[in-house]
């Protein structure tokens, strides 16, 4: 079956420090990847996605790489801001006519201090 | 515009006592939906996910039930809960190639 494997947390940096959070995936076919954020007390929220192998997702400064060669979808960030302190999930969906049939990660908190 | 809610927001429950969280779909017509289910400390899990009126597909054997009695309602149900049962519940549908999730509902069982 999908499988979804993240780094585990939780990770602390300080604010403008460099961030990358590893994912990696086993499946099927050719999945989408996502990364999804919670933050606290709020539901889940989309961040990015890519749809094909060399993809780049990007929104609010992340960005994460659809690379087949390494089943990999690691999310990266330049510079972190206090308000990007949420819970980070990496998933996937191997589409077709059950495109919300998710698998995700366990997650990854994220604590950025001033 | 497509939305998503589900509601109660917040609960807390005695063992043994009975469950119903609804989730209801609005600007869009067979969509296919889905309940995922966040216990503490771990990650989203799959519980159940409908692609019509009726039908109810089961991902994970366990204490609940779901059913679609409307197009675009979607009904995730206990008997009796749990402890093992608290846990963060979020509905989800899927349109074309885009997921959207409810708010969430937090579930606590004491």
């Known amino acids: 079956g999908n499988s979804v494997t993240q780094m585990e947390g939780p990770v602390t940096l300080s604010e403008e420090a460099f961030l990358t959070i590893n994912c990696t995936y086993t499946a099927t076919g050719y999945p989408s990847l996502f990364w999804y954020v919670q933050y606290p007390g709020e539901g889940l929220q989309l961040l990015l996605k890519a749809t094909k192998a060399d993809d780049k997702g990007s929104n609010k400064g992340f960005e994460a790489t659809y690379r087949k060669e390494t089943t990999s979808f690691h999310l990266e960030k330049g510079s972190v801001q206090v308000s990007d302190s949420a819970v980070y999930f990496c998933a996937l969906s191997e589409g077709g006519t059950s495109y919300g049939k998710l698998t995700f990660g366990q997650g990854t908190i994220l604590t950025v201090h001033p | ?110």
């Open chain 2, 1 to 110: 515009s497509q939305t998503i809610h589900q509601w109660p927001a917040t609960l807390v429950q005695p063992v043994g006592s009975p469950l119903s969280l609804e989730c209801t779909v609005e600007g869009t017509s067979n969509p296919n939906l889905y309940w995922y289910r966040q216990a503490a400390g771990r990650g989203l899990q799959l519980l159940f996910y409908s692609v019509g009126i009726g039908q109810i597909s089961s991902e994970v054997p366990q204490n609940l039930s779901a059913s679609r009695p409307q197009d675009r309602q979607f009904i995730l149900s206990s008997k009796k809960l749990l402890l093992s049962d608290s846990g963060f519940y979020l509905c989800a549908y899927d349109s074309g190639n885009t997921i959207y999730f409810g708010e969430g509902s937090w579930l606590t069982v004491v």
